[in-house]
C-alpha cells in the first residue's frame, strides 16, 4: 500500500547516501514538468501522456525500496532514470527513434544489461535467504540472462500488438534489396528462390491505390525485432560476465573495476535498522509540527 510519509522518509535516506543521484534526479524531475507543462498549453496530449508515464516510472526505485525492503545502489538508480528520460520523453517525445541513428539499438541493448542486473538481484535476494539451497554462480547468472532475454522477448510482443491491433509502426520496417522466399516458386515444391538488386516495390491496392517502396523490397518488421533481441543479448551477457567476475571475487576485499561495476548494480537487502530509526524520527517531527500547527 502507497504511503506518502513513507515514500518521504526514503527519499530523505537516498538524499543522505548519495546526494549526485538525487540531483540527477531533480534535474530530469523539473525537465519532465516543464515539457508536460508545455504539452498542455500546446494541446499535445500525446506528449503529456508521455511525461505522465516517464513520472509513474521515476517513482518506481523508490516505492521498491518501501514496500519490498531493499536497497536500490545508487548506479542502478541513476542509470535507470536515465534510461526512462532518454526511452520516452527524448525517444518518443522528441522524436530521436527516428531522427538519431543507432537510438532504438542503444537503447535495447542497455534494457538487456539493466534487466540481467534486475533479474541477478532477484535470485541473488532469494538465494541469501534460503538456508537450505545455495546456488552455484554459473546458475545465478544463467537466471539473470533468461530474466533478460524474457523481459525483451515480452517487449516485442508488446510492440507486435500494438502493430497488430493499435496499427501503429513499433516494430520499424527496413528496405532491404535481397530477399529468400519459398512462396516465389512456382512449382510449389517449397525451392528457395533467391531474389537480388531490387530497386523497387510496387504495391496495389484491392481498390487501385498504388503505393511505390524505392530502394528495394520493405521488410516489416522482423529485422527490427531481430536485431532488438540481438543487443539485448549482447547486454544480457555482458552483464551475466561481469556478475560471474563478482561472484569469484565476492569475498576478496580488493575486487577488480568489472567485479565492483557487477556489485554496485545489485539491489540489496535494506538496513532496517536505519530505517526504522529514520521512520521514527520522521513521526515525531511530523508530530511536532502539527501541534505548533
Known amino acids: 500500500m502507497f504511503s506518502p510519509l513513507r515514500y518521504c522518509i526514503n527519499l530523505r535516506l537516498r538524499i543522505r547516501r548519495d546526494k549526485k543521484v538525487f540531483v540527477l534526479y531533480a534535474i530530469l524531475h523539473v525537465l519532465v514538468i516543464l515539457i508536460l507543462i508545455r504539452s498542455i498549453f500546446i494541446k499535445n496530449w500525446e506528449g503529456v501522456f508521455f511525461c505522465a508515464l516517464t513520472e509513474a516510472l521515476f517513482m518506481l526505485p523508490g516505492l521498491a525500496e518501501v514496500n519490498l525492503k531493499i536497497e536500490v545502489p545508487t548506479l542502478f538508480e541513476g542509470s535507470f532514470y536515465i534510461f526512462i528520460f532518454a526511452a520516452e520523453i527524448l525517444g518518443e517525445f522528441g522524436r530521436f527513434y527516428e531522427h538519431v541513428p543507432g537510438w532504438d539499438t542503444i537503447l535495447h541493448t542497455i534494457n538487456g544489461f539493466l534487466a540481467a542486473a534486475m533479474g541477478f538481484s532477484m535470485i541473488d535476494l532469494l538465494n541469501r535467504k534460503s538456508h537450505r539451497v545455495s546456488l552455484s554462480p554459473f546458475f545465478l547468472c544463467m537466471v539473470a540472462f533468461c530474466f533478460s532475454m524474457t523481459i525483451g522477448v515480452l517487449w516485442e510482443f508488446f510492440e507486435f500488438g500494438g502493430d497488430k491491433f493499435l496499427r501503429q509502426d513499433m516494430q ?122
Open 172 to 293: 520499424k520496417d527496413f528496405i532491404v534489396k535481397n530477399i529468400d522466399s519459398v512462396a516465389l516458386d512456382a512449382s510449389s515444391e517449397h525451392n528457395t528462390i533467391h531474389i537480388s538488386g531490387i530497386e523497387k516495390t510496387i504495391l496495389i491496392l484491392d481498390n487501385g491505390t498504388e503505393y511505390s517502396v524505392e530502394g528495394g523490397y520493405l521488410d516489416i518488421g522482423i529485422i527490427d525485432t531481430m536485431k532488438d533481441l540481438f543487443v539485448n543479448f549482447i547486454g544480457a551477457i555482458a552483464y551475466s560476465i561481469l556478475a560471474y567476475i563478482y561472484l569469484g571475487q565476492k569475498n576478496k576485499k580488493k575486487k577488480s573495476t568489472a567485479a565492483k561495476l557487477a556489485e554496485n548494480l545489485i539491489v540489496t537487502p535494506t538496513d532496517t535498522d536505519e530505517r526504522s530509526q529514520m521512520f521514527k524520527m520522521a513521526l515525531t517531527e511530523n508530530k511536532v509540527d502539527r501541534t505548533k500547527r
